[in-house]
C-alpha cells in the first residue's frame, strides 16, 4: 500500500518503501521527457531494491493541461498537494502570455517559499562542451529563489505608481531618476539569505566539499548583494564555526585542511573563474539574478541545458527540467530527457535512496560512452548514434543493470 511522504517536527523526511510522488507532466515537450523519465526511474529502483520499494506516482495538474481541464493553469489543488506530497517533480510548463501570472514556475517558488534553487553542474565522458576541460568544473550552486528583482515589484515606466515612486525618491532623498523611467525594487534580507547559506553549507558538511563560494555583486550594490555576503559569512561563523574557516582569515601558505573554505567573488569575475579556475569551487551560493545567469553559463559549459537538472527547495522539495517547453519539438519523441533524469537522481538522493542514484548515473555514463545520444549532442558529436527520446531512456535503463 502506498503511502505519504511526511516530515517530522523537525522537517526532516520520513520517507516509507512505497511512496506517493506527485509529477506534473508538464506542456509541449513535457510529456516526452515525462515518459523518459519515468522509465528509467522505475527501472532503477526496481533493480536497486528488488521490490523492497516502489514509487507510485501521482498526477498533478498545472500548465496548458489544467487549463483545459479546470479553467486555470495553476489550481489551488495543485499548491496543496506540492505541500501534501512533500515531494514532486515536474516538467517545463509554458509561460502563460497574458492573464496576470508572471510566470508559472516564479508562482510556484514563491507560494510554496522554495527558497533554494539548486543547480549541479557536472560534466560525463563523452558529452560535447565548448571548453577544453569541461571536466574541471564540478558544483553545485544555491540560488537564492525568493527574493531580489524576482519579488516582482516592479512598475512600469509612466504608471502611477512608477511616478509616484520616482517623485517620492526625488523628493526625499535628493536624488535624480528620470521621470519616465521604468522602477524595479530589488528586497534582500537577512532572514533570505541566511537560511540559504545554511542549506548550502549543510550540504557541503554532508558532502565534505572543501570550500563554499558567495558570489555577490556588493561593490556596487552594498546593501542589497553586499550584505548578502555579509550575512552569509554570519551564519558561517554563528553556526558553522567550527566547521568552516574564512580565507581572509588563512595567513600566506596556510590551507584550511579539513575545514571548509569560505570564499567570496564579485560575480563578474566568477564568470572568468568558472572558464579558467574551474576546479577551485565547489559549492556555490548566490542571490537570485546572479544565480539565474550563473547556472545557465555552467551548464553551458558542461553540454547545455538539456543536461541540466534543477530543484526548488525550502520545506517541500520540488524537482524539474531547467529547460522550456521546445514547443516545436512536442509530441516528436526527439528531444534530450537528460535534463529531467537529472532531476529525478537529485529527487532520488534528497529521499535517500542513493542506491537507485547511482544506477541511474551508471546507466547514463555508459550510454553517453557508447555514444547513443539524442539530436541535440548527435550533432556535435563524431561517430554519435541518434536515438529517440524513449530510445534513450530505453538505453539508460538497459545500461544501469549491466
Ligand atoms: P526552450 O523551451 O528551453 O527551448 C529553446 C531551445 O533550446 C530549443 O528549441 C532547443 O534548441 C533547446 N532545448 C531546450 N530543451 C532541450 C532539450 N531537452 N533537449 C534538446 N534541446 C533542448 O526555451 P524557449 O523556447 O525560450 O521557451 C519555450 C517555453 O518554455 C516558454 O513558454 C517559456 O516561458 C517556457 N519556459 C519554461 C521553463 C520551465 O518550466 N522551467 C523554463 C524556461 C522556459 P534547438 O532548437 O536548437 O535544438
Sequence with gaps: MAEK?????????????NP????????????DIWRATSLVVDSAVAAAYNGSRKIEWKEIFAGEKANSKFGTYLPEETIEAIKDYVVSIKGPLTTPVGGG????NVTLRQRLDLYACVRPVRYFTNVPSPVKNPEKLNIIIFRENTEDVYAGIEWEA???EAKKIISFINDTFNKSIVSESGIGIKPMSEFG?????RMALQHAVKNKNRSVTIVHKGNIMKYTEGAF???????????????TVKESDLKPGEDAGSRILIKDRIADAMFQQILLRPDEYDVVVTPNLNGDYLSDAAAAQVGGLGMAPGANI??????????GTAPKYANLDKINPGSLILSAVMMLEYMGWDEAAELIIKGLEKTFSQKFVTYDMARQMEGAVEVKCSEFAAKIAENMKQ
Design 5 to 17: 511522504i511526511t516530515l517530522n517536527e523537525k522537517n526532516e523526511l520520513n520517507v516509507p518503501d
Design 229 to 243: 555576503a555579509k550575512w552569509c559569512y554570519k551564519e558561517a561563523a554563528e553556526n558553522f564555526r567550527d566547521a
Design 20 to 31: 506517493y510522488i506527485a509529477y506534473i507532466e508538464g506542456d509541449g515537450t513535457g510529456p
Design 158 to 160: 509612466g504608471s502611477v
Design 314 to 323: 525550502g520545506k517541500y522539495a520540488m524537482f524539474e527540467a531547467t529547460h
Design 101 to 104: 501570472i508572471r510566470s508559472l
Design 193 to 197: 539569505s541566511r537560511r540559504l547559506m
